[in-house]
């Protein structure tokens, strides 16, 4: 297992793409837009690869000077459990730190409250709808 920084663009990007698509977008009804693609070469974009498969990935889009959001987090379906997703937590919180940011924060689905608390994750408000589901702001310190 190798997590790495996933250049905005190349082959492994469409990887990424394609992982999140079928994953977070379809069960939804949504795909992505170009400009939704675009933006995205501003963000850090992280990828846990089993030699050329993709498993996972997450981004980290910057809030400001001293926030860093996490999103887009997905394993695929078969894997979960078995601990890419926090291996690439803690390769993504650990690349916030190293670029000075002090503090993490995600809007997380409701069913996914219970793997990021056991990360150090704490609830930063009460329930909300996005993308037509339960989700709940949390955050860290760094």
Same mark, same amino acid.
């Given at each position: 297992?190798?997590?790495?920084?996933?250049? #905005?663009?190349?082959?492994?990007?469409?990887?990424?793409?394609?992982?999140?698509? #079928?994953?977070?977008?379809?069960?939804?009804?949504m795909?992505?837009?170009?400009?939704?693609?675009?933006?995205?070469?501003?963000?850090?974009?992280?990828?846990?690869?089993?030699d050329?498969k993709?498993?996972?990935?997450?981004?980290?889009?910057?809030?400001?000077?001293?926030?860093? !959001?996490?999103? !887009?987090?997905?394993?695929?379906?078969g894997? !979960?459990? +078995?601990?890419i997703?926090?291996?690439?937590? !803690?390769?993504?919180?650990?690349?916030?730190?190293?670029?000075?940011? +002090?503090?993490?924060?995600? #809007?997380?689905?409701?069913?996914?409250?219970?793997?990021?608390e056991?990360?150090?994750? +704490?609830?930063?408000?009460?329930?909300?709808?996005?993308?037509?589901?339960?989700?709940?702001?949390?955050?860290?310190?760094?």
């Amino acid at each position: 297992m190798a997590i790495i920084i996933i250049e #905005h663009g190349s082959k492994e990007y469409r990887k990424m793409i394609d992982l999140r698509l #079928h994953l977070l977008r379809k069960p939804l009804g949504m795909s992505f837009t170009e400009k939704e693609l675009e933006e995205e070469k501003n963000n850090i974009l992280i990828g846990c690869f089993d030699d050329d498969k993709l498993e996972g990935c997450c981004m980290l889009v910057p809030k400001d000077k001293y926030m860093v !959001q996490l999103r !887009q987090m997905a394993v695929i379906s078969g894997l !979960q459990g +078995k601990g890419i997703g926090r291996v690439l937590m !803690q390769f993504a919180e650990n690349i916030a730190r190293d670029r000075g940011y +002090k503090k993490l924060m995600m #809007h997380a689905r409701k069913t996914a409250i219970g793997f990021y608390e056991k990360l150090g994750y +704490k609830k930063a408000g009460n329930e909300f709808m996005e993308v037509t589901i339960p989700h709940y702001e949390m955050e860290k310190d760094l």
